[in-house]
């Protein structure tokens, strides 16, 4: 069973930094072969990309209007993903979710929701003006 936790959602002004983790430990996978990614989901929109880093490190891939201010990282040895949040503003306020991908060491970077298989509970992170 896979389970995957986030944590490190909160309050915040705008312009503040945020960062977020989620915990793969307890999940029955191998997380060091499979790519991980972040979504997220505002009140009455649908879930969309953020972030997300191949099996091996090697690649990331960022929503547009994220670049440049979010970072995402992966510590194999821990079985943590990280989701690093600067210069926030009140349209990154959401909930946040961690994903594992479906396929084993897949060659790119995945983006669509359709590619991961595994969600976390989700993180509320909410930035005000």
């Known amino acids: 069973q896979v389970q995957l936790v986030e944590s490190g959602g909160g309050l915040v002004q705008a312009g503040d930094s945020l960062t977020l983790s989620c915990d793969a430990s307890?999940?029955?996978?191998?997380?060091?072969?499979?790519?991980m990614g972040w979504f997220r989901q505002a009140l009455g929109r649908e879930r969309e990309f953020v972030a997300a880093?191949?099996?091996?490190?090697?690649?990331?891939r960022y929503e547009d209007s994220v670049k440049g201010r979010f970072t995402i990282s992966r510590d194999n040895a821990k079985n943590t993903v990280y989701l690093q949040m600067n210069s926030l503003n009140v349209e990154d306020t959401a909930v946040y979710y961690c994903?594992?991908?479906?396929?084993?060491?897949?060659?790119?970077?995945?983006?669509?929701?359709?590619?991961?298989?595994?969600w976390g509970q989700g993180t509320q992170v909410t930035v005000s003006s």
């Open positions: 994903a594992k991908d479906r396929q084993r060491r897949r060659s790119y970077v995945p983006t669509r929701t359709a590619d991961f298989n595994s």
């Open positions: 307890g999940a029955a996978f191998p997380f060091s072969q499979f790519a």
């Open positions: 880093t191949k099996w091996n490190d090697e690649a990331t």
